[in-house]
């Protein structure tokens, strides 16, 4: 397919495809002449993972450059490129005071449930500065309900959703996608859940 088709096809201006040509983001297309290239399905599964990556999960760039580095990559296994996008879409926590007692925690939490975590794993600083901010409001730091319920939808749920046995980045949208939008989701029916519990317990008729 030609340009304007990849842009009807993938909804993504051509303007912002070529950004995403120049950048190194979308491989080139078969060139046919000098101004004319054709696309193909590639194109389209690379362009819907930049679309979740950047709209969905909010990565920057240059952290999409480094995911679109390790699926190209086909030395590196699936776990690591998965890992890659993981961490891309983790937030970045500043150090605090109580770093050393939240990271211990952390640390305490994934060795009880047997988790395989990589030591350099930034979501274990990410934890652990939402633990910092519990105990800094005086709120409960016991996860083991929450790490259960989340082991539980992964292993149960989420990741049979990943397509493992297709090219790359069609599992690295549908993690990324899966990863940011039924995290919203998840918060929504925890809220809903909390006002239809507050409604049973203290109004009358419950």
Known sequence: MRMSELS???GVPIATIK?????????????????RADYDESHLRR?????ALLEVGRVPVAGIKKVIAAVEDESLPLHFVLGTAHYALAQTAEPEPDQEWA??????????????ISPNAPT????????????QLGLPQDLGPYAAAAEKLVTEVEMDHVPF????????ESLVLGTV?????????R????????ARRFTRGS
């Open 181 to 189: 939008l039924y995290g919203r989701a998840l918060d929504t029916l």
């Open 165 to 172: 046995t297709g090219p790359r980045d069609a599992a690295v």
């Open 103 to 116: 990271r211990e925690e952390v640390d305490r939490i994934i060795t009880e449930l047997g988790w395989r």
């Open 19 to 35: 950004y995403y040509l120049r950048e190194g983001l979308l491989h080139p297309g078969e060139q046919l002449a000098a101004t």
């Open 47 to 51: 362009l819907r993972m930049i679309r």
């Open 8 to 10: 009807a096809t993938s």
């Open 124 to 135: 274990r600083d990410e934890l652990a500065h939402t633990l910092i901010r519990m105990r």
């Open 191 to 198: 809220r809903l859940a909390q006002e239809s519990e507050s």
